[in-house]
């Protein structure tokens, strides 16, 4: 009797042990359900926010990308804008996209264009006028030196920077502060041989001043770009306005990806504990 009375007693405990069980998996598959969906969502939201925003970014734009630039930098934006924009569509293949870093890459090499055409004029003026007039022949090879010492601070530049320079190397700023005090450096000697000019005959001198101030133009535009970096890269990276948008916009999207991944396993550990006890 006594025996029985302990198997029915056993069959009920065992009855609302497994009740319990069943209730508790039952919450946690709801449960799961429930975080798979959560993080789902946000991963879509993320997904859906990282595309409207680069769809808004200037980057798929160049025309209006190097437009606005040259209107936030120049005094002459269609001369700051025929200079860069042609050099970035003569590119082979052309790109289509592009960022603050490239825009000063180029104004970069449209500056040692003209440069070079500068030094060029030197030399053939020099070769024009060294039988005939001494003075004139020392003002120009004084001023071709100036011209390689600012081509030198180019390449300086150019080579810091590299071919394709990365996206955001233009934020920090030791690499802005060297790029500035190059370019200065560069324009300096280019003014010095545009004053020096003065010296000779202007029959000589108008044609390499010409090139030299197109020069100093270029550089201005590069100096430009360095000294409005921020609000270039407002122009080129806007900012979400919800909290998960700027998370997503301001930090590498695979790492938020990896995290909500993470933090998913860590619930289904836990839950898996819960289980167990």
């Not at 293949?93 to 055409?117: Q, T």
Request: one cysteine or more.
């Amino acid at each position: 009797m006594d025996e029985s009375i302990s198997n029915k007693e056993r069959l009920v405990q065992d009855e609302k042990s497994s009740s319990r069980t069943k209730r508790k998996l039952r919450m946690i598959i709801c449960l799961l359900a429930l975080f798979t969906l959560i993080i789902v969502a946000i991963i879509s939201v993320s997904i859906i926010l990282k595309h409207e925003t680069e769809s808004k970014s200037l980057s798929f734009y160049p025309t209006n990308a190097i437009t606005l630039v040259c209107d936030l930098i120049s005094e002459y934006p269609d001369s700051c804008y025929d200079s860069i924009a042609a050099l970035h569509y003569a590119q082979i293949p052309s790109r289509d996209k592009i960022n603050p870093s490239r825009i000063f890459i180029l104004s970069l090499y449209a500056s040692r264009i003209e440069l070079d055409n500068v030094a060029s004029s030197i030399e053939k003026a020099i070769s024009e006028v060294h039988m005939i007039d001494t003075k004139t022949v020392g003002v120009l090879r004084n001023c071709q030196g100036m011209i390689e010492f600012a081509l030198k601070q180019l390449n300086e530049s150019e080579t810091s920077l590299g071919i394709d320079p990365d996206e955001k190397i233009l934020a920090i700023n030791k690499v802005v502060w060297d790029l500035q005090r190059w370019i200065g450096e560069a324009m300096g000697q280019v003014q010095r041989c545009y004053d020096l000019l003065e010296k000779i005959p202007s029959t000589v001198r108008a044609e390499i001043r010409e090139k030299s101030y197109e020069a100093q133009q270029n550089m201005k535009n590069s100096r430009g770009i360095l000294q409005n970096m921020d609000d270039i890269f407002d122009l080129f990276y806007p900012r979400i306005g919800t909290a998960l948008g700027s998370l997503v916009w301001e930090f590498d999207y695979g790492l938020t990806v990896w995290l909500f991944c993470f933090e998913y396993l860590l619930l289904i550990f836990l839950f898996c504990l819960l289980l167990r006890v």
